[in-house]
C-alpha cells in the first residue's frame, strides 16, 4: 500500500497527516519527511495517526527516532489520532510513555 504524506502548521506545530501503512517498505518516507522538517527548523511535530491502517516495527522505530530527533534540535514531537488498535500497540510496547499523544482540536498551548 502506498503512503500518502502532507502537512500544515498550526503556532509553532508542523502537523504531518500520515495515510495509509507504515511499515518497512514506507516507512523511509515517513523518515525522509520528518528529517526534512526538523531541518528546516519546524522541530515542533505532531504526527497525525488517524488515517494510518497498520503500522510494523520499522514504523514504531521511525517515530522514536522522530521523538530523538526534534529533541535533540530543541523541539517536541508528538501523535494524534491514535486508533484503540494503535494506543492498544503504544502501551503493550511502552511506548505511550515516549510518544505523547494530542487531540488535535485541542489548544496547541496544551500539547507541551
Same mark, same amino acid.
Given at each position: 500500500?502506498?503512503?500518502?504524506?502532507?502537512?500544515?502548521?498550526? @503556532?509553532?506545530?508542523?502537523?504531518?497527516?500520515?495515510?495509509?501503512?507504515?511499515?518497512?517498505?514506507?516507512?523511509?518516507?515517513?523518515?525522509?519527511?520528518?528529517?526534512?522538517?526538523?531541518?528546516?527548523?519546524?522541530?515542533?511535530?505532531?504526527? @497525525?495517526?488517524?488515517?494510518?491502517?497498520?503500522?510494523?516495527?520499522?514504523?514504531?522505530?521511525?517515530?522514536?527516532?522522530?521523538? /530523538?530527533?526534534?529533541?535533540?534540535?530543541?523541539?517536541?514531537?508528538?501523535?494524534?489520532?491514535?486508533?484503540?488498535?494503535? /494506543?492498544?500497540?503504544?502501551?503493550?510496547?511502552?511506548? @505511550?510513555?515516549?510518544?505523547?499523544?494530542?487531540?488535535?482540536?485541542? @489548544?496547541?498551548?496544551?500539547?507541551?
Amino acid at each position: 500500500m502506498m503512503l500518502t504524506l502532507s502537512y500544515s502548521n498550526i @503556532d509553532q506545530w508542523t502537523i504531518l497527516h500520515v495515510v495509509g501503512e507504515v511499515d518497512m517498505a514506507t516507512g523511509p518516507q515517513l523518515r525522509q519527511e520528518i528529517v526534512r522538517q526538523v531541518s528546516q527548523g519546524n522541530s515542533h511535530i505532531v504526527v @497525525d495517526l488517524q488515517n494510518v491502517d497498520f503500522i510494523d516495527s520499522t514504523g514504531l522505530g521511525i517515530l522514536v527516532g522522530g521523538v /530523538k530527533r526534534a529533541r535533540s534540535n530543541g523541539g517536541e514531537f508528538r501523535c494524534a489520532g491514535l486508533s484503540n488498535t494503535l /494506543k492498544e500497540v503504544f502501551a503493550l510496547t511502552g511506548l @505511550d510513555s515516549v510518544l505523547l499523544s494530542v487531540e488535535l482540536d485541542q @489548544d496547541p498551548s496544551t500539547w507541551t
